[in-house]
């Protein structure tokens, strides 16, 4: 079985610090990492996804994430945070052996940058 | 514009009223899903689609019935709604049956069952 743990349900940053919204995963075989993000009454949007290759992945908006096979984690940073990316940020894991197609999702983290 | 549409956006309803939740992309993919999400569970798959008359049970599929008759289109079907489908449900498309490509959602329904 896939998991994906997100330990903080909010993480409080001033506006101009970095962040670090923390993920980390189980999955028999290769993981493909996925983070995405939701504002008030929208969808989740796509930001960022690790499937192979370097380690550092650079996303939209300025987020960024470093895959770490042996902690298993997943972590999304941004150096300087924005008000605008107050929002609510969901980890994602998928096992990428064998044509599986199950997504597991975290339960997501409340991002709130104060300004 | 690529998207994926889902209506209604918001609906109240009774218990054992049967429902249905369109979803629609424009995008010609593949795969498409169906996910609920609840406060401290974020999402959940219910049911998932890989193409035409193609679909499979995802983690809770109990009381959710879909059908996959067109590419683009990927109802979800509620015959006898109780209040614990209370939830805000979203659709979301992929390209490609096995593909690491991400998934895109549309912007959601509010389902309330009284």
């Known amino acids: 079985a896939q998991s994906v743990a997100q330990p903080e349900d909010q993480v409080n940053v001033a506006e101009g610090n970095p962040l670090t919204v923390k993920c980390t995963y189980s999955?028999?075989?290769?993981?493909?990492l996925f983070w995405y993000v939701q504002y008030p009454n929208r969808g989740l949007q796509f930001l960022l996804k690790?499937?192979?290759?370097?380690?550092l992945v650079k996303g939209s908006y300025g987020f960024e994430a470093e895959f770490n096979k042996s902690q298993t984690s997943f972590h999304l940073k941004k150096p300087s945070a924005l008000v605008s990316d107050s929002a609510l940020y969901f980890c994602?894991?998928?096992?990428?052996?064998?044509?599986?197609?199950?997504?597991?999702f975290g339960i997501g983290t409340k991002l709130q940058v104060i300004p | 514009e690529a998207q994926v549409t889902q209506n209604p956006r918001y609906l109240i309803t009774v218990t054992g009223k049967k429902l249905t939740v369109t979803c629609s992309q424009n995008?010609?993919?593949?795969?498409m899903s169906w996910y609920r999400q609840d406060p401290g569970l974020g999402l959940r798959q219910i049911y998932y689609?890989?193409?035409?008359?193609?679909?499979d049970k995802g983690d809770v599929p109990e009381g959710y019935k879909v059908s996959r008759k067109e590419k683009r289109n990927f109802p979800l079907i509620l015959e006898s709604p109780s209040p614990n489908q209370t939830s805000l449900y979203f659709c979301?498309?992929?390209?490609?049956?096995?593909?690491?490509?991400?998934?895109?959602f549309g912007d959601g329904t509010r389902l309330s069952i009284l």
């Open positions: 979301a498309s992929r390209q490609g049956i096995i593909s690491n490509q991400p998934q895109h």
């Open positions: 690790y499937i192979t290759g370097d380690n």
């Open positions: 995008m010609n993919h593949e795969y």
């Open positions: 999955v028999s075989g290769n993981p493909y």
């Open positions: 689609s890989m193409n035409v008359e193609v679909t």
């Open positions: 994602a894991v998928r096992d990428g052996t064998g044509g599986y197609q199950k997504v597991t």
